[in-house]
Nanobody
Framework: VQLQASGGGLVQAGDSLTLSCAATGGDISILDMAWFRRAPGKEREFVSFIKWSGSRTYYRDSVRGRFTISRDNAKNTVSLQMNSLKPEDTAVYYC????????????????????WGQGTQVTVSS
């Protein structure tokens, strides 16, 4: 499956953005999906995860309550609604996928995800 992330941009602190990840070449309903990000000079880090069914979601502590991950399996898309953005949210955001079969638990390890989008830049000014 190929992933295409979009929706990034330059915003001010406190603003909102919605990132989208479109999947092609496969059925997203068999995939667990996640968002990661990489800030300048830092390691890639987990942001959010959603099970194939949408029944379970997980967030890193710093974004919980501000970000919401969702999916529309009929449209083969996953979204990340980001509210109350902060300068420390500035990063390139990547969507990622792994096959849900035989994976009961969520993961925040990049090595567990086999498909990656190209990334979309989010810049939050203070």
């Amino acid at each position: 499956v190929q992933l295409q992330a979009s929706g990034g941009g330059l915003v001010q602190a406190g603003d909102s953005l919605t990132l989208s990840c479109a999947a092609t070449g496969g059925d997203i309903s068999i995939l667990d999906m996640a968002w990661f990000r990489r800030a300048p000079g830092k390691e890639r880090e987990f942001v959010s995860f959603i099970k194939w069914s949408g029944s379970r979601t997980y967030y890193r502590d710093s974004v919980r309550g501000r970000f919401t991950i969702s999916r529309d399996n009929a449209k083969n898309t996953v979204s990340l609604q980001m509210n109350s953005l902060k300068p420390e949210d500035t990063a390139v955001y990547y969507c990622a996928a792994r096959y849900a079969r035989n994976n009961q638990y969520y993961s925040e390890r990049p090595e567990d995800f086999s498909s990656w989008g190209q990334g979309t830049q989010v810049t939050v000014s203070s």
